[in-house]
């Protein structure tokens, strides 16, 4: 945690008194296994419209979870320093939920690089594909990578997220179009998740493109009559999405693909109205999805219903910005009332593993507040993978949470192009140190 504890930036102050670098917090010795103390702000909110702001303040952490947040003599005095296995100054630094990340396709092969200089040069995104590019591309490429690969691949996603404060990210397959890559693509999310610290969601989104020389009807039911029993069987996916899109999958084929996936236990979610109004977040709705994600052309109706329904809405604004298209009008969710939420969706298409990117845009091109963006980014985000105890710093919530190389939280979304995350903790364990990620090997 370079730079948190002024000259002594490389040191930590244990109960005896003496100083030495900080290893990694693994709890044990003291009745609190964590104490940050001192720090500028710690942030957090109780509800997705109320920003809970405490100066001066300290987190006390014990078995993983937090127990304390507040002043940093209220703290204290329940839980002194020298009862401590851990103390840490966060003077001059403030202290933010960890991000979770709703909407990601952060396992791929391959690279389209060569794609962003095309978009620069005026082609569309539905030329690309036609000449052989976007997403079927990135199938060949996966479907021809062995497991381990992608299970590396994804683990270096993983590292560059958790380097940006992501806590939890959710993870679809939905490059492989067939039953044996599709649960190769699952496997592989498992392993990763297996041996990293981030807390990881698996989606399985069979139904992500029509794939070449199939015809969409049919590709469905082989969706919703093999893939999805075998993925069930499988055990590791917990949600299924589907892309409702003109020129993909319209709304009775993705309700007949979401019928099937509910049937096997896995919850819905919807890729609706990105790139034209189809329907989608009508069947979101209906179907009562977890989620309804893009909504670049969701109409004031649109977002009605996903309130009444109970809908989370995940904007995104990374896809808008890769592919110079309009954003959504983030302000017209929240004055319908809908908790929007934030992600990257990380892709080939989309490559970006920060979510203070995401916040960054979403104020500057949406009009979020700095406040506004923290919320979609942590807790209206746990909402969009039913992961109620994320995104929070509060008694009882995970001990999953950022320090931050700066005295508020607004940097996130005005300090754009920098990491201002210095510290990440998931469970009570330093994993990011400095800006660094922390060796797994002396995690474990």
């Excluded at 370079?2 to 917090?25: F, I, K, M, N, S």
């Amino acid at each position: 945690m370079r730079a948190l504890l002024g000259p002594d930036a490389d040191r930590t102050h244990r109960r005896d008194g003496r100083t030495r670098r900080r290893p990694l917090l693994r709890g044990g010795g003291g009745v609190t296994d964590l104490l940050l103390t001192d720090a500028a702000e710690v942030v957090t909110y109780a509800d997705h419209e109320r920003l809970e702001r405490v100066e001066d303040a300290a987190v006390a952490v014990e078995g993983g979870r937090v127990v304390a947040v507040g002043p940093t003599d209220e703290v204290t005095a329940e839980h002194p320093e020298s009862d401590a296995d851990e103390v840490v100054d966060c003077s001059e630094r403030a202290v933010v939920p960890g991000f979770v990340d709703p909407h990601t396709h952060a396992l791929f092969a391959g690279d389209r690089s060569d794609e962003f200089e095309e978009k620069l040069r005026g082609k569309t995104y539905q030329e690309i594909l036609a000449d052989g590019g976007g997403i079927l591309r990135t199938v060949d490429a996966v479907r021809e990578a062995s497991t381990e690969e992608l299970v590396e691949n994804l683990t270096e996603q993983f590292d560059a997220m958790l380097a940006h404060g992501t806590t939890t990210v959710e993870v679809k397959s939905g490059y492989g179009l067939d039953r044996e890559t599709e649960l190769r693509m699952l496997e592989a999310i498992d392993r990763a998740a297996e041996t990293h610290p981030i807390r990881v969601v698996p989606t399985f989104m069979g139904a992500h493109a029509v794939p070449r020389g199939r015809d969409a009807d049919d590709y469905v039911e082989e969706v919703a009559t093999e893939q999805i029993p075998a993925v069930a069987e499988q055990g590791v996916a917990e949600f299924c999405d589907v892309f409702c899109e003109e020129g993909v999958f319209d709304v009775e084929q993705s309700r007949r693909v979401l019928a099937a996936g509910t049937e096997r236990s896995l919850k819905p979610k919807v890729h609706a109205e990105e790139l034209s109004h189809l329907g989608g977040t009508e069947l979101a709705a209906e179907v009562g999805a977890t989620s309804a994600d893009h909504l670049l052309h969701a109409t004031a109706e649109d977002i009605d219903a996903l309130v009444d329904a109970g809908v989370t809405p995940v904007l995104l604004p990374g896809t808008a910005f890769g592919l110079g298209s309009a954003y959504a009008d983030a302000e017209t969710f929240l004055d319908r009332g809908a908790p929007v939420a934030l992600a990257t969706d990380l892709n080939p298409n989309c490559y970006s593993q920060s979510m203070p990117f995401a916040m960054t845009l979403g104020c500057v091109e949406m009009g979020l507040t700095p406040a506004q963006a923290l919320g979609a980014s942590t807790v209206n985000a746990a909402r969009a993978v039913d992961r109620p105890d994320a995104g929070r710093l509060e008694p009882g919530s995970p001990a999953d949470f950022a320090v931050l190389d700066a005295p508020s939280y607004v940097y996130l979304s005005y300090n754009f192009g920098v990491n201002a995350v210095d510290t990440v903790v998931v469970g009570g364990e330093t994993v990011v140190d400095g800006g660094t990620v922390v060796d797994r090997e002396v995690v474990a």
